[in-house]
């Protein structure tokens, strides 16, 4: 299965600055996720990136506050714009692995402060 | 849409004892469905996955679930629990035809399960 690097791994920042979360992918995929995790909640997902086009967002989530890149078929940006201490969370960006199920990053602690 | 139920927001096991977490879910067609889990400060880890064929699927550590069409239900099974289990365990579901938004997974809110030794 793919292996994901995702960093950073955790960031504590400040109210009104951005932060741009990484994912790497060892191997060719078409589609990347990212998810947010809100602290005791589930898996939320924000937009779906392809190599290519514009992300797709979901409902409640907007390209000016969670810009993401997706430059080559194994990289992939998102950046939480603005910040307030609502977006502290757990960032984390999956590929699409049908045969061995989703694989998914570590995951990016984010706490604004 | 797609959607997914934990019934349980905390399952309490004895070590050794079975245990079972819950998962329900809702979607147009025949599904995919998947568990995850998660341990503290730590990423997301595939358990196991439905298909399709042998309702009775069987994935790491000795985990296994069951798919149930006619209760549309997946619950995770462990014959016989590990302190070791104790982690947040995510069902997950995403419809098996291909349309708009059906690459995506749709998570249940969690369930902690806790193994008492």
């Known amino acids: 299965s793919a292996v994901i690097s995702q960093k950073p791994s955790r960031d504590i920042c400040q109210r009104g600055t951005s932060l741009t979360i990484q994912c790497q992918v060892d191997?060719?995929?078409?589609?990347m996720f990212w998810y947010r995790q809100q602290p005791g909640q589930s898996l939320t997902l924000i937009a779906t990136?392809?190599?290519?086009?514009?992300?797709?967002?979901e409902s409640g989530f907007v390209i000016d506050k969670f810009p993401i890149s997706r430059p080559n078929l194994t990289f992939s940006t998102l950046t939480v714009s603005n910040m307030s201490p609502e977006d502290s969370s757990i960032y984390l960006c999956?590929?699409?692995?049908?045969?061995?199920?989703?694989?998914f990053g570590s995951g990016t602690r984010l706490t604004v402060v | 849409a797609q959607s997914v139920a934990q019934p349980e927001d905390q399952v309490n096991v004895a070590e050794g004892n079975p245990l079972t977490v819950k998962c329900t879910y809702s979607?147009?067609?025949?599904?995919?469905l998947f568990w995850y889990v998660q341990y503290p400060n730590r990423g997301l880890q595939f358990l196991l996955k439905?298909?399709?064929?042998?309702?009775l699927v069987k994935g790491s550590y000795g985990f296994e679930a069951e798919f149930n069409k006619s209760q549309t239900s997946f619950h995770l099974k462990k014959p016989s629990a590990l302190v070791s289990d104790s982690a947040l365990y995510f069902c997950?579901?995403?419809?098996?035809?291909?349309?708009?938004?059906?690459?995506?997974?749709?998570f249940g809110k969690g369930t902690k399960l806790s193994v008492i030794p």
């Open positions: 979607v147009s067609g025949n599904p995919y």
């Open positions: 191997s060719q995929v078409t589609m």
């Open positions: 997950a579901v995403r419809p098996k035809d291909s349309g708009a938004g059906s690459y995506q997974l749709t």
């Open positions: 999956s590929v699409e692995e049908f045969r061995d199920g989703y694989t």
């Open positions: 990136a392809n190599q290519g086009s514009e992300a797709t967002y």
């Open positions: 439905y298909i399709t064929g042998d309702n």
